[in-house]
């Protein structure tokens, strides 16, 4: 079973760029995609990338696309989301995910971790 952990969420600034950060524990990650989500105060939880862990295949949703970027170290089991151009709409909690290749939803999930854009 895979385990997740956020980490890197906080307080910043508009404009300001952020990177979180999914640490990975379990069992091996291949076979698995793995993925960032954000939900904002109110609204529901939103897909923004998506990853595959074996070949680094990424997918962006509109929200995401041009100013966050997925990415993956092997290494050190991490899955990372460097985000840039950071506003107020940005507000929430990330959430990240993963779930085996050829299944449709996602199944594991991590707590969430806040991030604030201050405007």
């Known amino acids: 079973q895979v385990q997740l952990r956020e980490s890197g969420g906080g307080l910043v600034q508009t404009g300001d760029s952020l990177r979180l950060s999914c640490a990975a524990s379990?069992?091996?990650?291949?076979?698995?995609?793995l993925a960032w989500f954000h939900q904002a105060p109110g609204k529901e939880r939103q897909l923004l990338a998506t990853?595959?862990?074996?070949?680094?295949?990424?997918f962006y949703t509109d929200s995401a696309r041009g100013r966050f970027t997925i990415s993956r170290d092997k290494f050190r089991n991490t899955m990372d989301l460097q985000m840039n151009g950071l506003n107020p709409e940005d507000t929430g909690v990330y959430f990240c995910?993963?779930?085996?290749?050829?299944?449709?939803?996602?199944?594991?999930w991590g707590q969430g971790i806040q991030v604030t854009v201050a405007s």
């Open positions: 995910a993963g779930r085996p290749y050829g299944q449709t939803d996602f199944g594991t």
């Open positions: 379990g069992r091996p990650l291949s076979g698995f995609t």
């Open positions: 990853i595959t862990w074996s070949a680094g295949r990424t």
